[in-house]
Protein backbone atom coordinates (compact mmCIF):
# COMPACT_ATOMS: atom_id res chain seq x y z
CA UNK A 1 0.00 0.00 0.00
CA UNK A 2 0.93 3.19 -0.83
CA UNK A 3 -0.10 6.39 0.98
CA UNK A 4 -1.50 9.74 -0.17
CA UNK A 5 -1.29 12.86 1.33
CA UNK A 6 -1.97 15.99 1.73
CA UNK A 7 0.59 18.15 -0.14
CA UNK A 8 2.06 21.50 1.63
CA UNK A 9 1.05 24.29 -0.43
CA UNK A 10 3.25 26.86 0.30
CA UNK A 11 5.90 27.90 3.51
CA UNK A 12 2.89 29.48 5.40
CA UNK A 13 -0.28 26.93 4.53
CA UNK A 14 -1.20 24.71 7.14
CA UNK A 15 -3.93 23.05 5.43
CA UNK A 16 -6.35 22.56 2.60
CA UNK A 17 -9.60 21.58 1.54
CA UNK A 18 -9.89 18.47 -0.53
CA UNK A 19 -12.40 19.56 -3.01
CA UNK A 20 -13.09 16.73 -5.60
CA UNK A 21 -11.74 12.77 -6.01
CA UNK A 22 -10.75 11.99 -9.61
CA UNK A 23 -11.29 8.96 -9.18
CA UNK A 24 -12.94 6.54 -7.44
CA UNK A 25 -12.15 3.49 -5.11
CA UNK A 26 -11.27 -0.14 -7.04
CA UNK A 27 -10.47 2.60 -10.36
CA UNK A 28 -7.09 2.21 -11.72
CA UNK A 29 -4.67 4.87 -11.43
CA UNK A 30 -1.41 5.52 -13.08
CA UNK A 31 1.77 7.49 -11.59
CA UNK A 32 1.51 11.64 -12.20
CA UNK A 33 -2.54 11.01 -13.30
CA UNK A 34 -4.84 13.87 -11.41
CA UNK A 35 -6.05 12.01 -8.42
CA UNK A 36 -8.07 14.91 -6.53
CA UNK A 37 -8.79 18.39 -6.28
CA UNK A 38 -7.53 20.70 -3.85
CA UNK A 39 -8.27 24.43 -2.60
CA UNK A 40 -6.36 26.78 -0.07
CA UNK A 41 -6.68 30.31 0.46
CA UNK A 42 -4.26 30.93 -2.80
CA UNK A 43 -3.91 27.84 -4.54
CA UNK A 44 -6.40 25.85 -6.26
CA UNK A 45 -4.93 22.71 -7.93
CA UNK A 46 -4.82 19.14 -8.96
CA UNK A 47 -2.33 16.78 -7.51
CA UNK A 48 -1.42 13.87 -9.25
CA UNK A 49 -1.15 10.14 -7.90
CA UNK A 50 2.22 9.02 -6.68
CA UNK A 51 2.38 5.28 -7.71
CA UNK A 52 0.34 3.62 -10.10
CA UNK A 53 -1.57 0.68 -9.30
CA UNK A 54 -5.43 0.88 -7.89
CA UNK A 55 -7.41 3.46 -5.38
CA UNK A 56 -8.25 1.38 -2.72
CA UNK A 57 -9.20 3.25 -0.34
CA UNK A 58 -10.59 7.16 0.44
CA UNK A 59 -9.82 8.13 3.92
CA UNK A 60 -11.15 11.76 3.37
CA UNK A 61 -14.35 12.83 1.65
CA UNK A 62 -14.90 16.07 -0.44
CA UNK A 63 -15.25 18.92 0.87
CA UNK A 64 -13.24 17.85 3.97
CA UNK A 65 -9.90 20.24 5.00
CA UNK A 66 -7.03 18.47 6.60
CA UNK A 67 -3.38 19.21 7.69
CA UNK A 68 -0.98 18.87 5.21
CA UNK A 69 0.92 15.45 5.27
CA UNK A 70 -2.50 13.94 6.25
CA UNK A 71 -3.22 10.46 4.48
CA UNK A 72 -6.30 11.07 2.14
CA UNK A 73 -6.02 7.85 0.63
CA UNK A 74 -4.38 4.53 -0.41
CA UNK A 75 -2.77 2.95 -3.65
CA UNK A 76 -2.65 -0.86 -3.80
CA UNK A 77 -0.93 -2.91 -6.39
CA UNK A 78 -3.30 -3.91 -9.23
CA UNK A 79 -2.03 -7.13 -8.44
CA UNK A 80 -2.81 -7.93 -4.98
CA UNK A 81 -5.94 -6.14 -5.77
CA UNK A 82 -6.90 -8.74 -7.94
CA UNK A 83 -6.01 -11.47 -6.05
CA UNK A 84 -7.81 -10.09 -3.16
CA UNK A 85 -10.86 -10.04 -5.17
CA UNK A 86 -10.45 -13.74 -6.62
CA UNK A 87 -10.09 -15.57 -2.44
CA UNK A 88 -12.78 -16.88 -1.50
CA UNK A 89 -14.32 -15.12 1.40
CA UNK A 90 -14.23 -16.91 4.75
CA UNK A 91 -17.03 -18.55 6.26
CA UNK A 92 -18.38 -16.12 9.06
CA UNK A 93 -17.66 -17.94 12.71
CA UNK A 94 -20.82 -18.10 14.03
CA UNK A 95 -20.57 -15.90 17.84
CA UNK A 96 -20.86 -18.26 20.85
CA UNK A 97 -23.46 -17.05 23.21
CA UNK A 98 -22.48 -16.14 26.56
CA UNK A 99 -21.64 -17.87 29.97
CA UNK A 100 -23.39 -17.11 32.14
CA UNK A 101 -22.20 -17.70 36.23
CA UNK A 102 -25.07 -18.78 38.36
CA UNK A 103 -26.13 -16.61 40.95
CA UNK A 104 -25.06 -18.34 44.07
CA UNK A 105 -21.22 -19.02 42.62
CA UNK A 106 -18.75 -17.86 44.69
CA UNK A 107 -16.07 -16.28 42.72
CA UNK A 108 -13.51 -14.70 45.18
CA UNK A 109 -11.25 -11.64 44.17
CA UNK A 110 -8.32 -13.84 44.16
CA UNK A 111 -9.56 -16.23 41.60
CA UNK A 112 -8.15 -16.27 37.80
CA UNK A 113 -11.01 -15.78 35.25
CA UNK A 114 -11.47 -18.27 32.74
CA UNK A 115 -12.67 -18.75 28.79
CA UNK A 116 -15.76 -20.86 31.03
CA UNK A 117 -17.44 -18.31 33.10
CA UNK A 118 -17.49 -14.60 34.58
CA UNK A 119 -17.49 -12.97 37.31
CA UNK A 120 -20.78 -12.73 39.27
CA UNK A 121 -22.25 -9.79 41.00
CA UNK A 122 -20.79 -9.39 44.66
CA UNK A 123 -22.62 -9.55 46.90
CA UNK A 124 -20.93 -6.16 48.71
CA UNK A 125 -22.72 -3.01 47.97
CA UNK A 126 -19.06 -1.63 47.75
CA UNK A 127 -18.39 -3.27 44.69
CA UNK A 128 -20.07 -1.22 42.11
CA UNK A 129 -18.51 2.43 42.57
CA UNK A 130 -19.86 5.55 41.06
CA UNK A 131 -20.20 5.23 37.16
CA UNK A 132 -16.62 6.91 36.06
CA UNK A 133 -17.87 10.76 34.07
CA UNK A 134 -15.27 11.33 31.51
CA UNK A 135 -13.72 14.97 32.04
CA UNK A 136 -15.44 18.32 29.67
CA UNK A 137 -12.49 18.02 27.55
CA UNK A 138 -12.17 20.18 24.04
CA UNK A 139 -12.55 16.53 22.20
CA UNK A 140 -15.88 15.62 24.19
CA UNK A 141 -17.17 19.31 23.22
CA UNK A 142 -16.51 19.02 19.75
CA UNK A 143 -17.90 15.34 19.60
CA UNK A 144 -21.22 17.20 18.73
CA UNK A 145 -22.63 19.69 16.47
CA UNK A 146 -22.09 22.36 18.94
CA UNK A 147 -20.17 22.79 21.72
CA UNK A 148 -21.21 23.17 25.03
CA UNK A 149 -19.84 25.70 27.64
CA UNK A 150 -19.92 24.52 30.89
CA UNK A 151 -21.81 26.27 33.53
CA UNK A 152 -20.54 27.43 37.15
CA UNK A 153 -22.20 25.77 40.18
CA UNK A 154 -23.99 27.56 42.33
CA UNK A 155 -21.08 28.21 45.24
CA UNK A 156 -19.01 29.07 42.31
CA UNK A 157 -21.18 32.23 41.40
CA UNK A 158 -22.00 33.19 44.71
CA UNK A 159 -17.82 33.43 45.57
CA UNK A 160 -17.47 35.07 42.17
CA UNK A 161 -17.85 38.29 43.03
CA UNK A 162 -15.00 38.23 45.63
CA UNK A 163 -12.57 36.38 43.42
CA UNK A 164 -12.43 38.77 40.63
CA UNK A 165 -11.82 42.10 40.49
CA UNK A 166 -12.43 42.48 36.71
CA UNK A 167 -16.07 41.64 34.56
CA UNK A 168 -15.90 38.32 33.42
CA UNK A 169 -15.33 37.62 29.56
CA UNK A 170 -18.33 38.12 27.15
CA UNK A 171 -20.74 35.50 26.99
CA UNK A 172 -19.22 32.33 24.72
CA UNK A 173 -20.92 32.22 21.26
CA UNK A 174 -22.28 29.25 19.58
CA UNK A 175 -19.59 28.33 16.37
CA UNK A 176 -21.36 26.70 13.59
CA UNK A 177 -19.82 23.31 12.74
CA UNK A 178 -17.74 23.13 9.32
CA UNK A 179 -20.37 20.74 7.92
CA UNK A 180 -21.55 21.71 4.34
CA UNK A 181 -24.27 19.52 3.32
CA UNK A 182 -26.32 22.23 1.62
CA UNK A 183 -23.48 24.80 0.59
CA UNK A 184 -20.76 22.59 -1.21
CA UNK A 185 -17.15 22.37 -0.35
CA UNK A 186 -15.89 25.12 1.87
CA UNK A 187 -12.18 26.77 1.36
CA UNK A 188 -10.32 27.01 4.84
CA UNK A 189 -10.79 31.01 4.29
CA UNK A 190 -14.61 30.13 4.61
CA UNK A 191 -14.77 27.88 7.28
CA UNK A 192 -11.75 30.34 9.36
CA UNK A 193 -13.88 33.50 8.49
CA UNK A 194 -17.24 31.28 10.07
CA UNK A 195 -15.38 29.94 13.02
CA UNK A 196 -13.51 34.01 13.73
CA UNK A 197 -16.73 35.83 13.26
CA UNK A 198 -19.30 33.35 14.64
CA UNK A 199 -21.30 33.06 11.38
CA UNK A 200 -24.02 30.60 10.83
CA UNK A 201 -23.36 29.48 7.25
CA UNK A 202 -26.77 28.00 6.87
CA UNK A 203 -27.76 31.32 6.67
CA UNK A 204 -25.46 32.67 3.83
CA UNK A 205 -26.49 31.93 0.33
CA UNK A 206 -23.40 30.56 -1.86
CA UNK A 207 -23.05 32.13 -5.18
CA UNK A 208 -20.34 29.24 -6.38
CA UNK A 209 -20.29 26.60 -8.43
CA UNK A 210 -23.02 23.87 -7.04
CA UNK A 211 -24.06 26.40 -4.48
CA UNK A 212 -20.29 26.68 -2.88
CA UNK A 213 -20.08 30.11 -0.54
CA UNK A 214 -17.22 31.87 -1.38
CA UNK A 215 -15.07 34.47 0.38
CA UNK A 216 -17.32 37.18 -1.25
CA UNK A 217 -20.91 35.79 -0.05
CA UNK A 218 -19.23 35.64 3.40
CA UNK A 219 -18.40 38.82 3.68
CA UNK A 220 -21.72 40.08 1.50
CA UNK A 221 -23.37 38.20 4.62
CA UNK A 222 -21.59 40.21 7.36
CA UNK A 223 -21.64 43.84 5.50
CA UNK A 224 -25.35 43.38 6.08
CA UNK A 225 -25.18 41.72 9.27
CA UNK A 226 -22.00 44.30 10.33
CA UNK A 227 -23.91 45.45 13.66
CA UNK A 228 -24.75 41.20 15.56
CA UNK A 229 -21.53 39.85 13.87
CA UNK A 230 -19.08 41.96 15.24
CA UNK A 231 -20.68 42.37 18.63
CA UNK A 232 -20.50 38.48 19.04
CA UNK A 233 -16.61 38.52 17.33
CA UNK A 234 -15.54 41.28 19.11
CA UNK A 235 -12.92 41.01 22.19
CA UNK A 236 -14.64 44.28 23.82
CA UNK A 237 -18.25 44.34 23.21
CA UNK A 238 -19.87 47.82 22.93
CA UNK A 239 -22.79 46.63 25.27
CA UNK A 240 -21.71 45.61 28.68
CA UNK A 241 -21.94 41.57 29.17
CA UNK A 242 -24.44 39.80 32.31
CA UNK A 243 -22.33 40.28 35.04
CA UNK A 244 -22.95 39.26 38.96
CA UNK A 245 -20.57 41.53 40.12
CA UNK A 246 -21.43 44.94 41.62
CA UNK A 247 -21.76 48.33 39.05
CA UNK A 248 -18.66 49.79 41.38
CA UNK A 249 -16.23 46.92 40.29
CA UNK A 250 -17.02 46.93 36.68
CA UNK A 251 -14.16 49.18 35.02
CA UNK A 252 -13.56 49.29 31.43
CA UNK A 253 -10.85 48.14 29.57
CA UNK A 254 -8.17 50.16 28.43
CA UNK A 255 -8.50 50.55 24.95
CA UNK A 256 -5.82 48.63 22.74
CA UNK A 257 -5.08 50.87 20.09
CA UNK A 258 -5.61 54.28 19.04
CA UNK A 259 -9.60 55.44 19.15
CA UNK A 260 -11.09 55.50 15.92
CA UNK A 261 -12.05 58.98 14.68
CA UNK A 262 -16.04 59.88 15.15
CA UNK A 263 -18.40 59.42 12.07
CA UNK A 264 -21.95 59.06 11.79
CA UNK A 265 -21.11 56.26 9.02
CA UNK A 266 -18.25 53.78 9.06
CA UNK A 267 -18.43 50.63 6.99
CA UNK A 268 -16.21 47.44 8.67
CA UNK A 269 -15.28 44.30 7.01
CA UNK A 270 -12.80 41.51 7.83
CA UNK A 271 -9.12 40.77 7.19
CA UNK A 272 -9.17 37.93 4.38
CA UNK A 273 -7.11 35.13 5.53
CA UNK A 274 -4.56 35.90 2.79
CA UNK A 275 -4.40 39.58 4.18
CA UNK A 276 -3.43 38.37 7.64
CA UNK A 277 -0.65 35.73 6.67
CA UNK A 278 0.73 38.70 4.68
CA UNK A 279 0.53 40.56 7.81
CA UNK A 280 2.17 38.37 9.82
CA UNK A 281 4.43 37.17 7.37
CA UNK A 282 5.93 41.03 7.29
CA UNK A 283 5.79 41.64 10.98
CA UNK A 284 7.84 39.06 11.69
CA UNK A 285 10.45 39.64 8.27
CA UNK A 286 10.73 42.97 10.41
CA UNK A 287 11.07 41.99 13.29
CA UNK A 288 13.87 39.09 12.45
CA UNK A 289 15.93 41.08 9.94
CA UNK A 290 18.02 44.44 10.71
CA UNK A 291 16.12 45.74 7.05
CA UNK A 292 18.44 48.74 5.07
CA UNK A 293 17.74 49.66 1.93
CA UNK A 294 19.98 50.90 -0.97
CA UNK A 295 18.84 52.79 -4.34
CA UNK A 296 20.76 53.48 -7.50
CA UNK A 297 19.46 54.95 -10.70
CA UNK A 298 19.94 53.18 -13.76
CA UNK A 299 20.25 54.43 -17.23
CA UNK A 300 17.71 51.76 -18.98
CA UNK A 301 18.16 53.76 -22.48
CA UNK A 302 20.04 50.51 -24.16
CA UNK A 303 17.60 48.29 -22.72
CA UNK A 304 14.73 50.44 -23.87
CA UNK A 305 15.75 50.99 -27.26
CA UNK A 306 16.38 47.10 -28.03
CA UNK A 307 13.10 46.44 -26.22
CA UNK A 308 11.24 48.71 -28.71
CA UNK A 309 12.96 47.22 -31.68
CA UNK A 310 11.84 43.52 -30.91
CA UNK A 311 8.56 43.88 -28.83
CA UNK A 312 6.40 43.51 -32.10
CA UNK A 313 8.48 40.30 -33.40
CA UNK A 314 8.66 39.06 -30.03
CA UNK A 315 4.61 39.59 -29.62
CA UNK A 316 3.62 37.88 -32.37
CA UNK A 317 6.46 34.86 -32.15
CA UNK A 318 5.26 34.10 -28.53
CA UNK A 319 2.20 35.47 -27.95
CA UNK A 320 2.87 37.77 -25.29
CA UNK A 321 3.97 41.49 -24.94
CA UNK A 322 7.82 42.07 -23.80
CA UNK A 323 8.20 43.63 -20.35
CA UNK A 324 11.49 45.01 -18.88
CA UNK A 325 11.48 42.41 -15.78
CA UNK A 326 13.16 39.62 -17.42
CA UNK A 327 15.98 42.01 -18.20
CA UNK A 328 16.21 42.92 -14.85
CA UNK A 329 15.96 39.08 -13.48
CA UNK A 330 18.49 38.10 -15.89
CA UNK A 331 21.28 41.10 -14.34
CA UNK A 332 19.91 39.81 -10.92
CA UNK A 333 20.90 36.32 -11.34
CA UNK A 334 24.43 37.19 -12.79
CA UNK A 335 24.91 39.49 -10.03
CA UNK A 336 24.01 36.22 -7.54
CA UNK A 337 26.50 34.23 -9.22
CA UNK A 338 29.00 36.89 -8.47
CA UNK A 339 27.69 37.41 -4.74
CA UNK A 340 26.30 34.44 -3.57
CA UNK A 341 25.81 35.78 -0.24
CA UNK A 342 22.92 37.28 -1.66
CA UNK A 343 21.56 33.95 -2.47
CA UNK A 344 21.59 32.54 1.36
CA UNK A 345 19.72 32.29 4.71
CA UNK A 346 20.75 32.59 8.49
CA UNK A 347 20.05 29.79 10.42
CA UNK A 348 21.45 30.68 13.99
CA UNK A 349 24.76 31.65 13.84
CA UNK A 350 25.36 29.89 10.08
CA UNK A 351 25.11 30.98 7.17
CA UNK A 352 23.38 28.27 4.29
CA UNK A 353 24.54 29.58 0.91
CA UNK A 354 22.05 27.60 -2.08
CA UNK A 355 23.74 26.44 -4.73
CA UNK A 356 20.85 27.00 -7.10
CA UNK A 357 18.96 30.56 -8.03
CA UNK A 358 15.51 30.06 -7.28
CA UNK A 359 14.19 33.96 -8.04
CA UNK A 360 10.89 34.98 -6.94
CA UNK A 361 8.95 37.30 -9.09
CA UNK A 362 5.78 38.87 -6.76
CA UNK A 363 2.93 38.85 -8.42
CA UNK A 364 -0.24 41.64 -7.32
CA UNK A 365 -3.35 39.31 -6.53
CA UNK A 366 -6.73 41.02 -5.74
CA UNK A 367 -6.64 41.67 -2.30
CA UNK A 368 -3.02 40.35 -1.44
CA UNK A 369 0.36 39.20 -3.35
CA UNK A 370 1.80 36.00 -4.02
CA UNK A 371 5.21 34.89 -4.81
CA UNK A 372 6.00 32.11 -7.46
CA UNK A 373 9.18 31.14 -7.98
CA UNK A 374 11.07 30.89 -11.32
CA UNK A 375 13.69 28.10 -10.00
CA UNK A 376 17.26 27.58 -11.92
CA UNK A 377 16.45 31.69 -13.22
CA UNK A 378 20.61 32.12 -13.81
CA UNK A 379 19.87 29.26 -16.95
CA UNK A 380 17.16 31.20 -18.78
CA UNK A 381 17.29 33.91 -21.05
CA UNK A 382 15.14 37.21 -21.80
CA UNK A 383 12.70 34.79 -23.82
CA UNK A 384 12.42 31.81 -21.09
CA UNK A 385 12.68 34.03 -18.30
CA UNK A 386 9.73 36.27 -19.91
CA UNK A 387 7.45 33.24 -20.80
CA UNK A 388 7.54 31.84 -17.12
CA UNK A 389 7.05 35.07 -15.79
CA UNK A 390 3.91 35.07 -17.64
CA UNK A 391 2.90 31.59 -17.46
CA UNK A 392 3.36 32.00 -13.58
CA UNK A 393 1.76 35.33 -12.74
CA UNK A 394 -1.24 34.21 -14.92
CA UNK A 395 -2.24 30.94 -12.79
CA UNK A 396 -1.50 32.92 -10.24
CA UNK A 397 -3.99 35.22 -10.22
CA UNK A 398 -6.64 32.14 -11.63
CA UNK A 399 -5.44 29.86 -8.66
CA UNK A 400 -4.06 27.69 -10.79
CA UNK A 401 -0.43 27.48 -9.76
CA UNK A 402 1.34 24.02 -8.33
CA UNK A 403 2.52 23.22 -4.70
CA UNK A 404 6.32 23.54 -5.92
CA UNK A 405 6.19 26.93 -7.88
CA UNK A 406 5.67 28.95 -4.47
CA UNK A 407 8.24 27.70 -2.32
CA UNK A 408 11.80 27.11 -2.39
CA UNK A 409 12.75 30.62 -3.38
CA UNK A 410 16.80 31.95 -2.54
CA UNK A 411 15.86 35.63 -3.77
CA UNK A 412 13.16 37.90 -4.75
CA UNK A 413 12.23 40.41 -7.43
CA UNK A 414 9.79 43.02 -6.90
CA UNK A 415 8.30 45.29 -9.97
CA UNK A 416 6.61 48.06 -8.28
CA UNK A 417 7.35 50.23 -11.22
CA UNK A 418 4.50 48.81 -13.28
CA UNK A 419 2.27 50.52 -11.31
CA UNK A 420 4.03 53.60 -11.95
CA UNK A 421 6.19 54.08 -8.65
CA UNK A 422 9.36 55.25 -9.18
CA UNK A 423 11.27 54.01 -5.95
CA UNK A 424 9.92 52.04 -3.05
CA UNK A 425 11.41 50.10 0.28
CA UNK A 426 10.46 46.91 0.00
CA UNK A 427 10.66 44.00 2.88
CA UNK A 428 12.49 41.11 3.08
CA UNK A 429 10.36 37.46 2.18
CA UNK A 430 12.05 35.45 5.05
CA UNK A 431 14.03 33.52 4.93
CA UNK A 432 15.82 34.79 2.54
CA UNK A 433 18.50 37.96 3.00
CA UNK A 434 17.76 40.40 0.81
CA UNK A 435 15.05 41.59 -2.04
CA UNK A 436 15.19 43.65 -5.06
CA UNK A 437 13.11 45.98 -6.67
CA UNK A 438 12.81 47.82 -10.06
CA UNK A 439 10.88 51.49 -10.47
CA UNK A 440 9.27 52.59 -13.38
CA UNK A 441 11.19 53.14 -16.51
CA UNK A 442 10.92 57.03 -17.53
CA UNK A 443 12.44 59.50 -20.09
CA UNK A 444 14.08 61.90 -18.34
CA UNK A 445 16.69 64.85 -19.11
CA UNK A 446 19.81 63.50 -17.86
CA UNK A 447 23.84 64.80 -17.97
CA UNK A 448 26.06 62.58 -20.36
CA UNK A 449 29.44 63.06 -21.96
CA UNK A 450 30.72 65.71 -19.25
CA UNK A 451 28.40 68.41 -19.51
CA UNK A 452 25.84 67.61 -22.21
CA UNK A 453 22.12 67.15 -21.57
CA UNK A 454 20.24 64.22 -23.32
CA UNK A 455 17.12 62.34 -22.87
CA UNK A 456 17.70 59.04 -21.31
CA UNK A 457 15.45 56.54 -19.94
CA UNK A 458 15.87 55.58 -16.53
CA UNK A 459 15.05 54.48 -13.57
CA UNK A 460 15.81 53.39 -10.22
CA UNK A 461 16.52 50.10 -8.61
CA UNK A 462 16.00 49.65 -4.72
CA UNK A 463 17.79 46.77 -2.86
CA UNK A 464 16.78 45.61 0.31
CA UNK A 465 18.99 43.54 2.53
CA UNK A 466 19.47 42.10 6.03
CA UNK A 467 22.27 44.34 7.98
CA UNK A 468 23.09 41.09 10.24
CA UNK A 469 24.50 39.14 7.23
CA UNK A 470 25.14 42.07 4.43
CA UNK A 471 27.22 45.17 5.05
CA UNK A 472 26.28 48.65 3.05
CA UNK A 473 29.71 48.16 0.78
CA UNK A 474 28.46 44.70 -0.22
CA UNK A 475 25.06 46.14 -1.14
CA UNK A 476 26.65 48.79 -3.30
CA UNK A 477 28.68 46.30 -5.29
CA UNK A 478 25.71 44.20 -5.64
CA UNK A 479 23.89 46.99 -7.43
CA UNK A 480 26.38 48.33 -9.00
CA UNK A 481 26.81 44.82 -10.67
CA UNK A 482 23.27 44.61 -11.56
CA UNK A 483 23.51 48.76 -13.12
CA UNK A 484 26.46 47.09 -14.65
CA UNK A 485 25.09 44.63 -17.10
CA UNK A 486 21.74 47.22 -17.96
CA UNK A 487 23.40 49.87 -18.61
CA UNK A 488 26.04 48.17 -21.15
CA UNK A 489 23.75 45.31 -22.71
CA UNK A 490 24.29 44.47 -25.72
CA UNK A 491 22.70 40.63 -26.34
CA UNK A 492 20.33 40.34 -28.51
CA UNK A 493 16.93 38.17 -28.04
CA UNK A 494 15.25 37.73 -30.69
Not at 258 to 284: D, F, G, N, Y
Amino acid sequence: MIDVVMPQMGESITEGTLTRWLKKPGEKVERDEPLFEISTDKVDTEIPAPAAGVLSEVLVQEGTTVAINSIVARIGDSASQAASAAAPAAPKEEPKPPVSTPPDTDVGPSAAPSGNRTYAQPQAPAQPQVPPQPPPTPAATAAGPYPIEPQPSAQQTASQPAQQSAPPPPPSVVVQPDGNEDQGPLSPLVRKMAREYNIDLGQVKGTGAGGRITKQDVEAYMSSQAARSFAAASPQPTAPAPTSQPAANAQPAPPATMPLAESAKVRTEPMSTMRQKIAEHMVMSKRTSAHVTTVHRIDMTKVAKLRDKSKAEFQARNGFSLTFLPFVTVAAAEALRAFPIFNASLDGKNIVYYRDINIGIAVALEGGLIVPVIRNADEKNVSGLQRSIVDLATRARSRQLKPDEVQGGTFSITNFGSFGSIFATPVINQPQVAILGIGAVEKVPAVVDGDAIAIRSQAHLALTFDHRLIDGALADQFCQKVKSILENWSTNII
